[in-house]
C-alpha cells in the first residue's frame, strides 16, 4: 500500500515557545503594573494575582501565537508499506519493530481542543514518529483522511477512535 500524508511542519515549538514566553511576560507586567497600586490585604491580593493572571494568560496566548510566524507550514510526506518494512518519507520503520500506534484529537497548549488528529507510531527501539494533521485551513479533512489510512494499512484501525 502506499500514500502521501498531508501533515503540519513538525517545527511548531519555533512558534508557541516564544508564544508563551511572551504571554507569560505580558501578564506579569500586566499584573504587576494593575495589583501594585491597590491597598487590599495580602491574602485577597494573592486570589486577585492568580485569578488576573489566569484570566490574562488565556486570553493573550491564542491572539500571539496567530501573530507569531513559522511553524505552520504543511509538509507532504510520501510513505507505503512494503512485506516487512513501513518507508515514511527517507525512514524505513520494520513492521515487526512497531509495537503500537496511538491516536488522539489534536489540542493546542493551553488544551483546548482543535481540528485534525496526533498519530504516534511507537516503536520497540528507535525514535517514535509523531504525525500531526493539519488543525485550520482547507486542507483539514483531507489530512485527517490520510493519516487515517495510514493507520489502517498498519493494522492499528481500532486505536482511531473519534473523541
Same mark, same amino acid.
Given at each position: 500500500?502506499?500514500?502521501?500524508? *498531508?501533515?503540519?511542519?513538525?517545527?511548531?515549538?519555533?512558534?508557541?515557545?516564544?508564544?508563551? &514566553?511572551?504571554?507569560?511576560?505580558?501578564?506579569?507586567?500586566?499584573?504587576w503594573l494593575l495589583v501594585a497600586r491597590k491597598g487590599t490585604s495580602d491574602m485577597l491580593l494573592g486570589i486577585m494575582v492568580v485569578v488576573l493572571a489566569y484570566v490574562l494568560f488565556?486570553?493573550?496566548?491564542?491572539?500571539?501565537?496567530?501573530? &507569531?510566524?513559522? %511553524?505552520? =507550514?504543511?509538509?507532504?510526506?510520501?510513505?507505503?508499506?512494503?512485506? #516487512?518494512?513501513?518507508?515514511?518519507?527517507?525512514?524505513?520503520? =520494520?513492521? #515487526?519493530?512497531?509495537?503500537?500506534?496511538?491516536?488522539?484529537?489534536?489540542? #493546542?497548549?493551553?488544551? @483546548?481542543?482543535?481540528?485534525?488528529?496526533?498519530?504516534? *507510531?511507537?516503536?520497540?527501539? %528507535?525514535?517514535?514518529?509523531?504525525?500531526?494533521?493539519?488543525?485550520?485551513?482547507?486542507?483539514?479533512?483531507?489530512?485527517?483522511?490520510?493519516? @487515517?489510512?495510514?493507520?489502517?494499512?498498519?493494522?492499528?484501525?481500532?486505536?482511531?477512535?473519534?473523541?
Open positions: 500500500m502506499t500514500g502521501e500524508l *498531508i501533515l503540519k511542519n513538525g517545527k511548531r515549538w519555533k512558534r508557541t515557545l516564544p508564544a508563551v &514566553l511572551l504571554t507569560a511576560l505580558a501578564t506579569f507586567l500586566l499584573v488565556r486570553s493573550l496566548y491564542p491572539a500571539l501565537v496567530s501573530i &507569531l510566524p513559522g %511553524g505552520d =507550514a504543511v509538509e507532504r510526506l510520501p510513505w507505503k508499506i512494503t512485506g #516487512d518494512a513501513l518507508v515514511l518519507g527517507e525512514e524505513t520503520v =520494520a513492521l #515487526d519493530n512497531i509495537r503500537q500506534v496511538h491516536c488522539w484529537p489534536n489540542r #493546542d497548549a493551553l488544551g @483546548h481542543q482543535l481540528s485534525g488528529w496526533i498519530v504516534n *507510531i511507537e516503536t520497540v527501539k %528507535g525514535k517514535n514518529h509523531v504525525l500531526c494533521s493539519l488543525d485550520e485551513g482547507s486542507g483539514v479533512e483531507e489530512s485527517v483522511e490520510s493519516l @487515517h489510512q495510514l493507520v489502517a494499512a498498519l493494522g492499528f484501525e481500532s486505536q482511531w477512535t473519534e473523541a
